[in-house]
């Protein structure tokens, strides 16, 4: 008799037979979800997106607008006009 119960609806792969390496390597697949790290991480990430809109829209309100060089780089550039 095995101490292994019968694989339930949403195991997933937990189910499933694997060797130690494949669970090394694939993680991601075998550990349970965690909402506090999950909350951390889409808070960070949402404060960096923020943060970018911010800075962006602080330049644009400077009179200045993103612009596209020769080389293909993205610079923000003051806005001129041609009567000066």
Do not use: H
Request: charged share 25%; aromatic share 12%; glycine share 10%.
């Amino acid at each position: 008799m095995s101490d292994k119960k019968a694989p339930a609806p949403g195991d997933g792969l937990r189910s499933l037979r694997s060797t130690g390496i494949f669970r090394a390597v694939n993680f991601e697949l075998y550990a349970r979800p965690n909402a506090v790290i999950m909350t951390i991480g889409l808070a960070a990430m949402g404060i960096c997106v923020g943060y970018i809109a911010y800075m962006r829209t602080k330049y644009e309100n400077m009179g200045y607008y993103a612009a596209v060089d020769k080389e293909g780089e993205e610079s923000f550039v003051q806005k001129k006009s041609k009567w000066d």
